[in-house]
């Protein structure tokens, strides 16, 4: 940023501090993103990051996952010790997220209540948010109160794990073809880890946990497999190969989840940071390949790259599968 620019900064975060501590821009509002700053403005993009950057370093507004950069919700002064404008309403009031429950009398408290409890942290905060403290003070109880239900921590994420996975269950009556029941499988898996981002990476293909709740997916799979002909150890293979990429490519939604709650910036508006960067390097005239993307512009969408990865996927089992048969009928022959 040079010299003309910092000023710049100094004032449009001044004036949207303003408005934050005037009430015009409550607590959960969301503030004007980088690309809207620049518009606004007429600053550089990187103007527009470091306005949001410090705003953030003072306690005035949060990275919202799905929402963008909004008003923090506090129940003191910023950091710039401010006092809050008369009549602002109270942020401390302001809903968190996940939201409170009422408190739970310590002889009502059972297991279900304590996991779904710890899922709810998950889902909105990250696996790192979940503690046995945080949970008894969602639930109101004593901490201690907790282990009589669950051994630690570990036991309480395996419950959650094995939670997730019960509430999805497949049809009575399975679709026609292996394909079309290994697509049914894989997408209620993308299903799942896109409303609950924190477990595909709690999951371990190394290691696999003995989730009881997860075991019928591998038996549908395997199921599927065998009934058209793949002896059991291959159709194994493919099951694992199946869910490494669902998991692997599932394991975006949380990474992209804990960057915009470091950064502050939804993924669009870090595109858009790192443009001058990249416009740099394509300039050296090395990379004329993907000068020609960037000029004809390209959408990223995760869904549609999971898409199209699981049928080309798909297409090279169903190859597999068929030269397995081939090979299985010579041997007859032979």
């Given amino acids: 940023m040079n010299r003309q620019e910092a000023p710049r900064s100094g004032r449009i975060v001044a004036e949207l501090r303003q408005r934050i501590e005037a009430g015009e821009l409550a607590p959960g509002d969301r503030v004007p993103s980088t690309r809207e700053i620049t518009r606004q403005w007429g ?35 910023a950091r710039t010790g401010r006092p809050p404008a008369a009549g602002r309403p109270d942020a401390s009031l302001a809903p968190a997220s996940p939201a409170r429950r009422q408190p739970v009398a310590d002889e009502a408290l059972t297991l279900g209540r304590i996991v779904t409890s710890a899922i709810a942290v998950a889902d909105a905060e990250g696996l790192a948010a979940v503690s046995m403290r945080r949970v008894a003070a969602d639930l109101g109880v004593a901490t201690m109160s907790l282990y009589r239900h669950v051994a630690d921590k570990d036991d309480l994420l395996m419950r959650m794990m094995d939670a997730a996975f019960s509430r999805w269950t497949f049809p009575a009556v399975p679709p026609e073809g ?22 595909a990476p709690a999951l371990s293909l190394a290691r696999p946990q ?20 793949l002896d059991f150890s291959l159709a194994f293979t493919v099951h694992l190969t199946l869910f490494n990429y669902v998991r692997g490519t599932a394991f975006n939604v949380e990474m992209e989840r ?47 790259l999971f898409t199209f990865g ?3 996927l798909l ?13 299985a009928e010579r041997e007859v022959t032979t």
């Fill in 210 to 229: 003995a989730v009881a709740g997860a075991l019928p997916f591998t038996e549908w799979v395997l199921t599927a497999l065998e009934r058209h002909g």
């Fill in 178 to 199: 292996w394909r079309e029941q290994l697509t049914l499988a894989a997408r209620m898996l993308w299903d799942m880890f896109r409303c609950h981002p924190w477990l």
């Fill in 310 to 312: 699981l049928q080309r």
């Fill in 315 to 327: 297409d090279g089992i169903a190859a597999f599968m068929e030269a397995a048969r081939n090979d």
């Fill in 43 to 77: 600053v550089a993009m990187a103007t527009a990051t470091r306005v949001l950057a410090e705003l953030r370093q003072e306690g005035l507004v949060r990275a919202v996952r799905g929402v963008g950069t909004v008003v923090e919700a506090r129940s003191k002064p």
């Fill in 258 to 304: 804990e960057a915009e709650a470091l950064t502050g910036l939804d993924s669009e508006e870090w595109m858009d940071a790192q443009e001058p960067a990249f416009q740099a390097l394509l300039a050296t005239g090395r990379f004329p390949a993907l000068g020609r993307l960037t000029e004809s512009g390209y959408d990223f969408d995760l869904d549609g």
